[in-house]
């Protein structure tokens, strides 16, 4: 994997980035610094943990702290919350999001973004995310503009955007990306379901993350 | 969360009947029941921090529960309730949740916000 001095990820729920966490966690290998912006506290997650220990008002906190320890295994060295609501990203004011994602793209300058590629998040928030980073990546000068690679989780994906251009063998990164999973534990067997469906290899010794490159021009 | 004591949440409905509280209102089938399976329907709806006030509050049934809040101009309701949080005073928690411990449905009352 190419090496970057700073990344920037905006993914809209603790647990998006655990996904990815093999790719990231290569990254910050590498002597990346890495900034997540997890944009809610997905506080409307169905899952309370088996058997519950959270409820609907306790969810957002209990969440709040597995996401710091999820980043914590990964390794990411700044993570913002910035609040929003879960499940209501797309009925913010879209400007004025993207302008908030434009202003740290600007403070930061990361030659690489991940985010969800709009329109294959399948969740409304993860669209929305991807949305709103586009538009502000747009809206930089083009010689300013970081890469932005895409999650895209969609069943017609590559029948819409074709192969993904980049597939990250993180062979070496499995069990830690399990040990990321497992810190959101109010979620962690539903991540694991959905882990085994999109890769059977996950807990194998072979596994990929693959990514789509959002096309600018 | 702890299956529900009938009694213990009818006291209270009772505590908070006549007065204007905070009423969360949700039921969902997860953001990914058509992602999951193509026959089912993504689909939910919630309400939050909606001020109501209701004369009359009833939990009914055998379990799983219905609980039915009469306000001065129509009703609330909520069916599938299966657990509830009994550490809270001020706070009526209590929700419906299936056989992997997912919440389908939930009803919270609170004299103050969410």
């Not at chain 1, 990344?7 to 603790?14: F, M, Q």
């Not at chain 1, 030659?111 to 998040?121: I, K, R």
């Not at chain 1, 830690?176 to 882990?195: F, G």
């Not at chain 2, 809040?69 to 928690?93: C, F, M, P, R, S």
């Amino acid at each position: 994997m190419e090496r970057h001095r700073h990344i920037v990820v905006v993914l809209p729920h603790p647990d998006d980035e655990s996904m990815i966490a093999g790719t990231l966690a290569t990254h910050i290998q590498q002597g990346s610094i890495m900034t997540y912006v997890c944009l809610t506290l997905g506080e409307m997650g169905r899952n309370m943990g088996n058997p519950a220990f959270a409820n609907r008002v306790t969810l957002p906190q209990i969440r709040k702290r597995e996401l710091e320890e999820a980043c914590r295994r990964i390794g990411i060295q700044d993570v913002r919350m910035w609040g929003y609501h879960d499940k209501m990203v797309e009925f913010e004011e879209q400007g004025e999001l993207s302008v908030k994602i434009e202003q740290l793209l600007t403070e930061l300058q990361p030659s690489l973004v991940y985010t969800f590629y709009p329109g294959h998040g399948v969740h409304p928030d993860h669209d929305a995310t991807g949305a709103a980073v586009i538009e502000a990546v747009k809206r930089m000068p083009s010689e300013l503009r970081p890469t932005v690679h895409c999650v895209a989780i969609t069943p017609n994906r590559r029948k819409v955007l074709g192969e993904p251009e980049v597939v990250n063998d993180i062979s070496d990164y499995v069990e830690q990306k399990i040990y990321a999973i497992q810190a959101h534990q109010s979620q962690a067997q539903m991540l694991l379901d959905s882990l085994k469906k999109e890769d059977a290899a996950s807990h194998g010794k072979h596994s990929t993350e693959m990514f789509w490159i959002y096309p600018f021009h | 969360m702890q299956p529900i004591q009938q009694e213990q949440v009818q006291q209270l409905l009772q505590s908070f009947q006549n007065k204007r509280v905070y009423l969360h209102l949700e039921m969902t089938t997860g953001a990914y029941a058509s992602h999951r399976d193509k026959s089912k329907l993504t689909a939910s709806v919630f309400t939050k921090n909606t001020v109501i006030q209701y004369s009359h509050g009833t939990i009914a049934g055998n379990g799983p529960y219905r609980i039915g809040l009469k306000t001065e101009d129509g009703w609330v309701y909520a069916e599938g309730l299966t657990h509830w949080d009994e550490q809270e005073v001020n706070q009526l928690i209590i929700a419906g949740h299936d056989q992997q411990g997912k919440l389908m449905v939930c009803l919270m009352l609170s004299e103050s916000p969410f």
